[in-house]
């Protein structure tokens, strides 16, 4: 059986240092692996709130360097080896919070790259297959020009993670088909700024996609202002797809959500 556990739906930096929303980021399992998305402030906790062993952790996948989405990556390897008495997991991330630049150094310390079995720089169109999972960056607009999403083929559907973005035409293209679609939208309306997406273009992704499932997270304040649960029933009202705000400790079962071909090449 496979499920999304979200951790955590802050948004911004002012939602997640006030913790008006919890910050860990989002599980995703299916099978016997366990993928864990932006591992923000207080990962860990929430992980044991929400019953979710860290030491199971398959891959940790992270968007971009920005401490809303990366600040655990380093505990949670920690977690997932023991401290490094077993050698293993992954980690998909953007080269951001790999690779040292000019203005940023990587929030992937030294020592946590040895504890772990396998380090993937990741940018748009890179592809990754773990298990029966094949994982694709998706092409955003943030403000770490090196940001990805995720969109992940499973045996009987696909998911894909927006990560921070603002609405462009690869964006669009790259997350067609998609059956269950995970939105970060910090903003209301058509009130978004520095590259995020808001409730309007929100709606034109879903109307392009047309996903069996839409959930929207990763709230700022103006957001939680607005009510997300009320953002969410009006894209479903103009949209017609199933709409949902996300809650610190939400569990999707995705298999209501099944696409009726395998999109796992060799898969039936």
């Given at each position: 059986?496979?499920?999304?556990?979200?951790?955590?739906?802050?948004?911004?930096?002012?939602?997640?240092?006030?913790?008006?929303?919890?910050?860990?980021?989002?599980?995703?399992?299916?099978?016997?692996?366990?993928?864990?998305?932006?591992?923000?402030?207080?990962?860990?906790?929430?992980?044991?709130?929400?019953?979710?062993?860290?030491?199971?952790?398959?891959?940790?996948?992270?968007?971009?360097?920005?401490?809303n989405h990366c600040n655990d990556l380093n505990v949670c390897?920690?977690?997932?080896?023991?401290?490094?008495?077993?050698?293993?997991?992954?980690?998909?991330?953007?080269?951001?919070?790999?690779?040292?630049?000019?203005?940023?150094?990587?929030?992937?310390?030294?020592?946590?790259?040895?504890?772990?079995?396998?380090?993937?720089?990741?940018?748009?169109?890179?592809?990754?297959?773990?298990?029966?999972?094949?994982?694709?960056?998706?092409?955003?607009?943030?403000?770490?020009?090196?940001?990805?999403?995720?969109?992940?083929?499973?045996?009987?559907?696909?998911?894909?993670?927006?990560?921070?973005?603002?609405?462009?035409?690869?964006?669009?293209?790259?997350?067609?088909?998609?059956?269950?679609?995970i939105l970060n939208v910090p903003y209301p309306e058509n009130?978004?700024?520095?590259?995020?997406?808001?409730?309007?273009?929100?709606?034109?992704?879903?109307s392009h996609v047309r996903p069996k499932l839409a959930i929207?997270?990763?709230?700022?304040?103006?957001?939680?202002?607005?009510?997300?649960?009320?953002?969410?029933?009006?894209?479903?009202?103009?949209?017609?797809?199933?709409?949902?705000?996300?809650?610190?400790?939400?569990?999707?079962?995705?298999?209501?959500?099944?696409?009726?071909?395998?999109?796992?090449?060799?898969?039936?």
């Amino acid at each position: 059986m496979a499920k999304l556990i979200f951790l955590g739906t802050a948004g911004s930096s002012t939602v997640v240092s006030k913790q008006l929303r919890a910050s860990g980021g989002l599980i995703f399992q299916i099978e016997d692996l366990q993928f864990h998305f932006d591992p923000g402030p207080g990962s860990l906790n929430k992980a044991r709130e929400f019953g979710i062993n860290p030491h199971y952790t398959t891959a940790v996948l992270v968007t971009h360097n920005h401490i809303n989405h990366c600040n655990d990556l380093n505990v949670c390897i920690e977690a997932m080896t023991h401290a490094g008495i077993e050698h293993r997991g992954l980690v998909l991330a953007s080269k951001s919070v790999l690779e040292p630049s000019p203005d940023e150094h990587p929030f992937l310390t030294k020592y946590h790259q040895h504890l772990l079995e396998k380090i993937i720089p990741m940018s748009a169109g890179h592809k990754v297959g773990i298990g029966l999972v094949e994982i694709n960056a998706l092409a955003t607009e943030h403000t770490d020009p090196t940001a990805i999403g995720f969109k992940l083929f499973c045996p009987k559907f696909t998911v894909a993670y927006t990560g921070d973005t603002q609405l462009n035409d690869k964006l669009l293209e790259d997350l067609e088909g998609t059956d269950i679609l995970i939105l970060n939208v910090p903003y209301p309306e058509n009130k978004g700024v520095g590259q995020n997406l808001d409730t309007e273009s929100v709606m034109k992704i879903i109307s392009h996609v047309r996903p069996k499932l839409a959930i929207l997270t990763h709230f700022g304040l103006e957001m939680l202002k607005a009510d997300p649960l009320v953002e969410a029933r009006e894209v479903q009202r103009i949209t017609g797809i199933q709409t949902i705000a996300a809650r610190d400790g939400l569990i999707i079962t995705p298999s209501g959500y099944e696409h009726p071909k395998s999109p796992v090449r060799g898969y039936s």
